[in-house]
């Protein structure tokens, strides 16, 4: 088996670490009905975009 020939140091050791954090999921939430969604995506509860109903395609929102 391969062994380390030197002790890895704490700046390397960070160094290879400052890459294991997890991102928090960004939580937003929908305009038109108020539920948690994911940022940048279309509302899978009223299937609104940015106040646009993307089912329908319409452009005012109002269903
Ligand atoms: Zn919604």
């Known amino acids: ?3 380390p020939k030197k002790k890895t140091s704490k700046s390397k050791r960070g160094m290879r670490r400052s890459h294991d954090f997890d991102t928090p999921v960004t939580v937003a ?3 038109n ?3 948690a ?3 940048h995506n279309i509302c899978k509860f009223c ?3 940015n106040g646009r109903n993307t089912k329908t395609g ?4 109002l269903v």
Do not use: L, P, S
Not at 58 to 61: D, E, I, K, S, Y
């Open 1 to 3: 088996m391969a062994v």
């Open 29 to 31: 939430f929908c305009d």
């Open 37 to 39: 969604i994911m940022q």
């Open 47 to 49: 299937n609104t975009y």
């Open 33 to 35: 009905c108020g539920r």
């Open 58 to 61: 319409n452009q005012a929102g």
